[in-house]
């Protein structure tokens, strides 16, 4: 990978695209898939759950493609399990008030989807479930729409968006980036695989904003990437193993899971 120094040369293409909408939406998923690590996957995808239900189209999905083994495209669309989902983030030209409460139900949609966590093999050792991974959430722009310095209308917007529907992280390539520090206490105690659900919706249900802190503009791509990252490999880490009986299940059919 380029050195850290070398990603604000790439603002070029997301700060001035040719043309908005997808070129503006490609930019920013070449970008990401140049400098993340190859275990991450970037694309546009609708995201699916065992029960059939599906999220909004969403305009940048990072998800998993070690531990998640089948995404479907059709039409120039991917169709991605929800286990597999690290993050998601929609992506406009620029940012004002109304994006932004779209962006949170686009975050909301693929949240709300039901998710499986199973055992895995680790080394010749099974290894009980684990808990289900948060999910990443945010937006990608050009340019800000608000003009006050101290962002106050920028952050009332930004902490109206609660529950499933809470950002996480954004980038303006123009103007700096965030991340919203919340205050919130997971129950660890909810450890057992019929507590999972109640575990996650509980996290999401009862934690509050913060504080919100913006980088300068000048680092804007740089300090989004660090902090993303840090989201990625510090605070998520390996997704929960997908349970393929639920899907198959949904089909009729019972797979072996012994050789």
Partial sequence: MET????????????????????LENAWIEWLQKYLPNRYSVDKAIVIDFEGDTSHQIDIVI????????????????YIPAEGVYAV????????KDYIYYTGEKIESV????????????????????????????????????????????????????EFKGIDIGCIAEYGSFHVDYD????????????????????????KPKNIRFSDKEISLVSFF????RYLQQAIGTIPAIDLNAYSSS?????????
């Avoid at 089909?251 to 050789?259: L, S």
């Fill in 63 to 78: 998800y998993d493609n070690w531990y998640t083994p089948f995404v479907f495209s059709q039409n120039g669309f991917h």
């Fill in 4 to 23: 850290i120094q070398a990603i604000p040369e790439t603002a070029r293409r997301i700060g001035h695209p040719g043309s908005k909408g997808d070129a």
């Fill in 184 to 207: 919130i206490e997971e129950d660890i105690t909810l450890n057992k695989p019929e507590e999972f659900e109640q575990r996650y919706v509980g996290y999401y249900k009862n934690r």
């Fill in 89 to 96: 983030f929609e992506v406009k030209p620029e940012i004002n």
């Fill in 226 to 229: 660090l902090q993303l990252t």
């Fill in 251 to 259: 089909i009729g059919f019972e797979i072996d899971e012994k050789i």
């Fill in 111 to 162: 949240r709300k989807l039901k998710r499986t966590s199973t055992s895995m093999i680790n080394s010749g050792k099974k290894c009980d479930p684990r808990p289900l991974t948060k999910i990443v959430g945010g937006f990608l722009s050009t340019s800000n729409s608000y003009k006050d310095e101290n962002n106050e209308a920028f952050k009332k917007h930004l902490e109206a968006n609660s």
